[in-house]
């Protein structure tokens, strides 16, 4: 299964199963172990649990098996590696504190070129 379908699955469930505030970043070009990073806020550690248990059943089902899967019920960040893509479910209060949005829209210098400033 292509980045982009899997993609498109993440999205759509986390959607159905109302989490808020979806991001998605391409990070294509920025790091070599994913392509995109699809953020998610859960009203509750149950709720993050239970968004990426519902997509990687989803997957299961296409006959996609996810990586690995960090986090459980009481954890306030639950990430499920796809490979390709990872998704980040967090409550609000730890998506607040990590800022993965603007870590990750930061442009870096690339090799043999200086930083100013």
């Not at 968004?51 to 996609?64: A, H, I, Q, W």
């Not at 993965?100 to 090799?111: A, F, G, H, M, N």
Request: include cysteine; aromatic fraction near 8%; charge should be negative.
């Amino acid at each position: 299964m292509q980045a982009e379908e899997v993609l498109k699955i993440v999205q759509e469930i986390l959607d159905e199963r109302k989490g808020q505030y979806i991001t998605t970043l391409d990070v294509r070009g920025k790091t070599s172990f994913t392509d995109y990073m699809v953020l998610v806020t859960g009203t509750s550690n149950r709720h993050l649990k239970s968004l990426c248990d519902y997509v990687e059943e989803r997957l299961k089902e296409s006959g996609f098996k996810a990586l690995g899967v960090e986090g459980d019920i009481t954890s306030d960040w639950v990430l499920l590696d796809l490979g390709d893509v990872i998704v980040h479910a967090m409550t609000a209060q730890a998506r607040e504190f990590y800022q993965l949005e603007k870590l990750w829209s930061v442009d870096r210098p690339k090799e043999n070129e200086a930083e100013v400033g």
